[in-house]
């Protein structure tokens, strides 16, 4: 660990980050897989389609019906997030040790904006990778109950059902189901995500500092995750098309290369790209605001 901060601080600041931004973002992510759950045309980004999908929530189930699924996605983001910025940051100080990963001698440890280690690019990459495709596979089943729930095309009442339910079809298996179109979409997005946060994030520090004005650490680290996350999600998001699909409907979507060849002929890989753009790009800028401003207050109470 880090000498300015303990274990502790991370799980603390990534649960709080992981809870905010399930709570604030969850209309979008049950508008997306309601996109992606279409067969055999694309939705392409149409407002006109939002629109239509928010309505038939509303008129359905009320206001409320647009926090469908959010008790799945506390039970996976919550303790998701919080053990994947403990594994990021304990892969990262331990990479720092290493000549490889190490950030260049040039680059600064030190910082009013962050008490994250520093690592070379390859580090970043790396780093974020592994993290979070291991805390990825741990969640799985609470992704696949959190995507069937969202969708239309399951009654689940409860939590405990949607598991039963999944065992029953598919055996304990079915709680796997996806999991390897979500590594190949979560390994380069967290990867791609990290790199482009971390050095977005010290050329603005740098630049304010050129400035000589006092580096705002809330709007650097939102501004530089709300860019970095608008770039990994054009770059893995059929992915996640292929993902959603093989939890939703695995009788039709079998495996990994029936499912890709469905979705090349429908032409439906950019499903709900848009939603997921944005929820990534406001996720992103909180959760990462959210923890590292935490870690800073941390810091700062214990000195």
């Not at 799945?72 to 990963?101: C, D």
């Not at 304990?172 to 390897?180: D, I, N, Y």
């Amino acid at each position: 660990m880090s000498a300015k901060t303990r274990p502790s601080s991370h799980l603390i600041a990534g649960a709080s980050s992981g809870f905010a931004s399930a709570i604030v973002l969850q209309p979008f992510d049950l508008m997306k897989t309601r996109l992606q759950q279409v067969d055999g045309r694309s939705t392409g980004m149409g407002f006109g389609r939002l629109i239509g999908i928010a309505r038939g929530i509303v008129e359905t189930h009320g206001w409320q019906g647009l926090w469908r699924g959010t008790h799945a996605t506390l039970l996976r983001n919550v303790p998701g997030v919080a053990v994947y910025f403990y594994g990021l940051q304990t892969i990262r100080t331990q990479m720092t040790k290493m000549p490889h990963f190490a950030a260049a001698a040039r680059v600064s440890q030190d910082s009013v904006t962050t008490v994250l280690p520093k690592l070379s690019r390859e580090g970043d990459l790396l780093a974020g990778a592994v993290a979070r495709v291991t805390v990825g596979f741990l969640l799985n089943p609470f992704t696949v109950v959190k995507a069937r729930f969202e969708s239309d095309l399951y009654n689940y009442k409860t939590m405990r059902e949607a598991f039963r339910g999944i065992i029953r079809q598919q055996g304990v298996s079915g709680l796997l189901s996806g999991w390897t179109p979500s590594a190949m979409r979560d390994a380069p997005y967290a990867g791609i995500f990290l790199l482009f946060y971390e050095q977005i994030k010290d050329k603005a520090e740098q630049a304010m500092i050129r400035a000589h004005r006092e580096p705002s650490p809330g709007l650097i680290h939102s501004v530089s995750a709300a860019s970095a996350a608008a770039v990994a999600s054009c770059i893995t998001h059929p992915f996640d098309v292929v993902k959603t699909k093989m939890q939703l409907r695995p009788e039709r979507y079998t495996s990994l290369t029936k499912t890709i060849l469905i979705v090349l002929k429908e032409k439906t890989f950019f499903n709900g790209l848009g939603l997921r753009m944005s929820r990534k790009v406001l996720s992103s800028a909180i959760t990462w605001t959210v923890y590292e401003g935490t870690l800073l207050l941390l810091r700062e109470r214990r000195r």
